[in-house]
């Protein structure tokens, strides 16, 4: 349903402009659910940008469902069915929660977006009417960010980090919320994770490193590996390995 | 009789569709134009100079006054109007000026308002302004408020200028007695080449006394804002302004505070911020299927609610 040839990502930084992503290629099926993983600052939140319009890619191509869509628009590539829960959403001063989900999606009315808040884990009677501002707690608007991708009848969603910030309790009908919007609504789902929680939900693992795809995998293959790694420092994994550390550390 | 035009002026500055119940009076083109009282409120005409005295009984509660100026034509008013809020009463005093101009004269409209708030009042103040009009003649409104909270009053200010209106000078002094509390909501939109100066002085007289100023304004095009905030405590008491304004395309925004304390007990903070839209909020929206328009217009919307 998606793929991505090529496709390869430039942005100005401070100190001039940096290559995000290079030459990345994949595909996503219809109806599968998809985990991305992979290094902090390895591409993953550009890589959902690119998809979604709001980093123009430099190079490369984007292609849903066959047509090809690498120059249409952030609202244009919305209204086509894809959509970006952000890892840091925004925070709205004078906009309330209900009129949020209003936007998302014309078709919710109150006892829909009850059902919806229940799915992230919120109570309705508390929060349809409250400001999405400063006032919330950063759990709080992640979980309404999830919600306004919940609201809205997609082909595809990503999710980037939905678990950040989300308490254990809630992370279980989390879960469950992914796999029903899989199941009945058929969306192609992208999470991009670090949990194994997640990566539990997995037909297919995405890994992604220096900005692009190194490794496409089986949930098993990934799990198995990141329980013989007692520490996530290469440079460490090197060292009891014998290796130069020093030298050979990427960080 | 209200024309059409009239009706509209008066639902844009005070929600009306008709001539409402309780007290009420409308200055239309300079000139008195209906007036009803109750038992509890008074209004008087001046003698000396053009306005009006309310005066509101003590222990009146849960009525409202509504004293709506409209101008229709290329005139310059100017109104000197009184409050008298009794004791212990707790009221509602919708205000407001809206000027429909197709002349190709200045139609300007000066309110001089007085309020004396006394001990234990209430008093909620709504005042919106807006200008329409096909002509090429400049609207104005330049209002001056000054209010007297006495002990344990407790005023909350809604003032509004959303549109239309070229050219403002906005003056608004308070003096805040023992326990007083004051908190004013201030929203303000200017476009093409729009200027207004809003100063807001508050005394923090009495210990106790608290004040709370919310501002939010929008500058669009090349249009100008100037904001002089100034929270003066003289006793133990408690002031916080916060102001908020978007800027755009070539607009200019000043905000410029002044936070003085006369008493080592007096706690009193500004927090000002001048910006863009944030990137962020545009691309949410935008993500959820608006366009780059529609989205702008919704956080602005929104940010002046
Ligand atoms: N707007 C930007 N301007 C400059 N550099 C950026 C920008 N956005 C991302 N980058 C850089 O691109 C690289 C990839 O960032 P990205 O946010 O995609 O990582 P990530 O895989 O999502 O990491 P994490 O797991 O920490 O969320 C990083 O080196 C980051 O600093
Ligand atoms: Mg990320």
Same mark, same amino acid.
């Given at each position: 349903?998606?793929?991505?040839?090529?496709?390869?990502?430039?942005?100005?930084? @401070?100190?001039?402009?940096?290559?995000?992503?290079?030459? !990345?290629?994949?595909?996503?099926e219809?109806?599968?659910?998809?985990? !991305?993983?992979?290094?902090n600052?390895?591409?993953?939140?550009?890589?959902?940008?690119?998809? !979604?319009?709001?980093?123009?890619?430099?190079s490369?191509?984007?292609?849903l469902?066959?047509? @090809?869509?690498?120059?249409?628009?952030?609202?244009?590539?919305?209204?086509?069915?894809?959509?970006?829960?952000?890892?840091?959403?925004?925070r709205?001063?004078?906009?309330?929660?209900?009129?949020?989900?209003?936007?998302?999606?014309?078709?919710?009315?109150?006892?829909?977006?009850?059902?919806?808040?229940?799915?992230?884990?919120?109570?309705?009677?508390?929060?349809?009417?409250?400001e999405?501002?400063?006032?919330?707690?950063?759990?709080?608007v992640?979980?309404? &960010?999830?919600?306004?991708i919940?609201?809205?009848?997609?082909?595809?969603?990503?999710?980037?980090?939905?678990?950040?910030?989300?308490?254990?309790?809630?992370?279980?009908?989390?879960?469950?919320?992914?796999?029903? !919007?899989?199941?009945?609504?058929?969306?192609?789902?992208?999470?991009?994770?670090?949990?194994?929680r997640?990566?539990?939900?997995?037909? &297919?693992v995405?890994?992604?490193?220096?900005?692009?795809?190194?490794?496409?995998?089986?949930?098993?293959?990934?799990?198995?590996?990141?329980?013989?790694?007692?520490? @996530?420092?290469?440079?460490?994994?090197?060292?009891?390995?014998?290796?130069?550390a020093?030298?050979?550390?990427?960080? | 009789?209200?024309?059409?035009?009239?009706?509209k002026?008066?639902?844009?500055?005070?929600?009306?569709?008709?001539?409402?119940?309780?007290?009420?009076? /409308?200055?239309?083109?300079?000139?008195? =134009?209906?007036?009803?009282?109750? +038992?509890?409120?008074d209004?008087?005409?001046?003698?000396?100079?053009p306005?009006?005295? #309310? $005066?509101?009984?003590?222990?009146?509660k849960?009525? =409202?006054? %509504?004293?709506?100026?409209?101008? +229709?034509?290329?005139?310059?008013?100017?109104? %000197?109007?009184?409050?008298?809020?009794?004791?212990?009463? *707790?009221?509602? $005093? #919708?205000?407001?000026?809206?000027?429909?101009?197709?002349? *190709?004269?200045?139609?300007?409209?000066?309110?001089i308002?007085?309020?004396?708030?006394?001990?234990?009042?209430?008093?909620? %103040?709504?005042?919106?302004? %807006?200008?329409?009009?096909?002509? +090429?003649?400049?609207?104005?409104?330049?209002?001056?408020?000054?209010?007297?909270?006495?002990?344990?009053g407790?005023?909350?200010?809604?003032?509004?200028?959303?549109?239309?209106?070229?050219?403002?000078?906005? *003056?608004?002094?308070?003096?805040?007695?023992?326990?007083?509390? /004051?908190?004013?909501?201030?929203?303000?939109?200017?476009?093409?080449?729009?200027?207004?100066?809003?100063?807001?002085?508050?005394?923090l007289?009495?210990?106790?006394?608290?004040?709370?100023?919310?501002?939010?304004?929008?500058?669009?095009?090349? +249009?100008k804002?100037?904001?002089?905030?100034?929270? /003066?405590?003289?006793?133990?008491?408690?002031?916080?302004?916060?102001?908020?304004?978007?800027?755009m *395309?070539?607009?200019q925004?000043?905000?410029?505070?002044?936070?003085?304390?006369?008493?080592?007990?007096?706690?009193?903070?500004?927090e000002?911020?001048?910006?863009?839209?944030?990137?962020?909020? /545009?691309?949410?929206?935008?993500?959820?299927?608006?366009t780059?328009?529609?989205?702008?217009?919704?956080?602005?919307?929104?940010?002046?609610?």
């Amino acid at each position: 349903m998606l793929e991505v040839k090529n496709l390869g990502l430039t942005l100005k930084g @401070d100190e001039g402009e940096i290559q995000v992503l290079k030459d !990345m290629n994949f595909k996503l099926e219809d109806k599968k659910i998809y985990v !991305m993983t992979g290094p902090n600052g390895g591409g993953k939140s550009a890589l959902s940008k690119a998809i !979604m319009g709001i980093y123009q890619s430099t190079s490369g191509q984007i292609l849903l469902n066959g047509e @090809d869509i690498t120059n249409k628009t952030i609202y244009e590539r919305a209204r086509m069915g894809i959509g970006y829960a952000f890892q840091q959403p925004a925070r709205f001063k004078g906009i309330k929660v209900r009129e949020l989900l209003e936007i998302a999606s014309d078709k919710n009315k109150v006892p829909e977006m009850c059902d919806l808040l229940y799915d992230v884990g919120l109570c309705a009677q508390d929060y349809l009417e409250r400001e999405i501002n400063t006032s919330f707690s950063g759990g709080e608007v992640k979980r309404i &960010e999830i919600a306004t991708i919940l609201a809205r009848d997609l082909k595809l969603a990503i999710f980037d980090e939905p678990e950040a910030g989300i308490d254990l309790w809630s992370m279980q009908r989390l879960t469950e919320t992914f796999v029903k !919007m899989n199941e009945k609504y058929n969306t192609t789902i992208l999470i991009i994770s670090h949990q194994e929680r997640i990566l539990n939900l997995a037909d &297919e693992v995405i890994m992604v490193a220096d900005g692009t795809v190194s490794e496409i995998t089986t949930r098993e293959k990934v799990l198995g590996e990141i329980r013989q790694i007692d520490s @996530d420092c290469r440079c460490r994994q090197s060292c009891n390995k014998g290796g130069k550390a020093i030298a050979d550390c990427d960080r | 009789m209200l024309t059409a035009i009239d009706k509209k002026l008066l639902f844009e500055i005070a929600d009306l569709n008709e001539i409402p119940q309780g007290a009420f009076n /409308l200055r239309k083109n300079g000139e008195g =134009s209906g007036r009803h009282t109750t +038992s509890n409120i008074d209004i008087i005409t001046k003698k000396d100079k053009p306005g009006i005295d #309310v $005066i509101i009984k003590a222990g009146t509660k849960g009525e =409202s006054v %509504y004293i709506p100026v409209i101008v +229709s034509e290329g005139i310059e008013d100017i109104v %000197y109007n009184t409050f008298e809020i009794g004791e212990n009463s *707790d009221v509602l $005093i #919708v205000a407001g000026c809206g000027i429909h101009n197709s002349s *190709d004269k200045k139609a300007q409209h000066d309110g001089i308002h007085e309020f004396f708030v006394r001990k234990g009042a209430k008093m909620k %103040y709504i005042e919106k302004h %807006y200008g329409e009009g096909e002509g +090429s003649g400049e609207r104005v409104l330049n209002p001056k408020t000054i209010i007297e909270v006495e002990e344990n009053g407790v005023v909350e200010l809604e003032m509004a200028q959303i549109r239309g209106i070229d050219n403002t000078i906005r *003056d608004t002094e308070v003096n805040l007695h023992k326990n007083a509390q /004051l908190i004013v909501v201030e929203r303000l939109l200017t476009y093409l080449d729009q200027t207004a100066e809003s100063n807001t002085t508050v005394n923090l007289l009495g210990e106790d006394a608290s004040a709370q100023i919310i501002s939010r304004t929008v500058a669009q095009n090349e +249009s100008k804002q100037v904001f002089h905030f100034r929270l /003066l405590g003289h006793a133990k008491c408690r002031g916080h302004i916060q102001c908020d304004s978007i800027i755009m *395309d070539k607009a200019q925004v000043s905000s410029i505070p002044e936070i003085s304390a006369f008493n080592s007990d007096a706690q009193l903070i500004h927090e000002a911020a001048i910006g863009k839209i944030e990137s962020e909020q /545009l691309t949410k929206l935008m993500s959820l299927g608006m366009t780059e328009t529609e989205a702008e217009e919704t956080i602005l919307k929104g940010f002046l609610k």
